[in-house]
């Protein structure tokens, strides 16, 4: 995964395990197979049990051969049924939960289930008016949209300290997605692969964060808004 994750212009579609049925998660994790996404996401911010997270991977797996990758929000959703998970640390968090707490509580249920870590720097950025459902959960040191310099220190940290992916996330349904020019400066000042997150409703706009130098971009809302969008912003970060 990290091999293709290296080589760039690849999609992930996030599926949410609170927001449908495990056989809602398979179906439209079949459409996103369909239009060429190449992994399945499973995770959210309210994520609250092994047997959600481990369900809807079931589900998924019935209808998709896409690797299942879990985007943690804490040790208790880490299901054996996954190929990979995001290994995270929310590296702009204040709360020592989010860095050492339950990556601690984790480490040994993803050696014991035999699950492919991804050591990934998630760092949220702030776009919208409002704080988005992470933002309100995580007591941030907030990266606004104009705070480059900070997130570079962020991004050279995380590379330095030894992560394999930067997750730059503007959170559920931001109103705004990261800054394209955001995404350019870590690229510049980074060697790992950059994930981008959070607002992309388009093409045009998946399209401008692979073009800034992002190897990855993520969906997710907009699969549970309109799932045949999803084709437009996948044919543009493939073209």
Do not use: W
């Not at 995404?183 to 981008?196: A, L, Q």
């Amino acid at each position: 995964m990290l091999e293709k994750m290296g080589k760039g212009r690849l999609h992930f579609s996030l599926i949410d395990p609170v927001n449908q049925t495990p056989e809602e998660a398979g179906e439209i994790a079949e459409r996103c197979e369909q239009y060429g996404s190449d992994a399945i996401m499973v995770g959210g911010s309210t994520v609250k049990s092994r047997e959600e997270t481990y369900r809807t991977i079931e589900g998924i797996k019935k209808r998709s051969k896409l690797p299942v990758i879990i985007f943690p929000n804490s040790a208790s959703m880490i299901a054996e049924n996954a190929d990979y998970i995001l290994f995270m640390d929310l590296v702009n968090s204040l709360d020592y939960k989010y860095h050492k707490g339950e990556q601690l509580k984790g480490a040994k249920i993803v050696k014991k289930y035999g699950i492919k870590p991804i050591a990934t720097a998630y760092i949220v950025i702030s776009t919208s008016s409002k704080p988005t459902t992470v933002e309100r959960k995580a007591n941030l040191d907030r990266i606004g949209i104009d705070d480059i310099e900070k997130l570079i220190d962020y991004a050279l940290y995380s590379e330095y300290i030894g992560f394999d992916v930067i997750y730059l996330e503007a959170g559920s349904n931001a109103e705004r997605p990261v800054p394209d020019e955001m995404v350019r400066v870590v690229r510049k000042e980074t060697s790992v692969p950059i994930m981008v997150g959070g607002g992309i409703k388009d093409g045009e706009a998946a399209r401008r964060k692979i073009e800034a130098g992002a190897s990855v971009v993520v969906t997710g809302s907009l699969l549970e808004e309109n799932v045949e969008k999803l084709k437009e912003i996948i044919d543009a970060i493939k073209e």
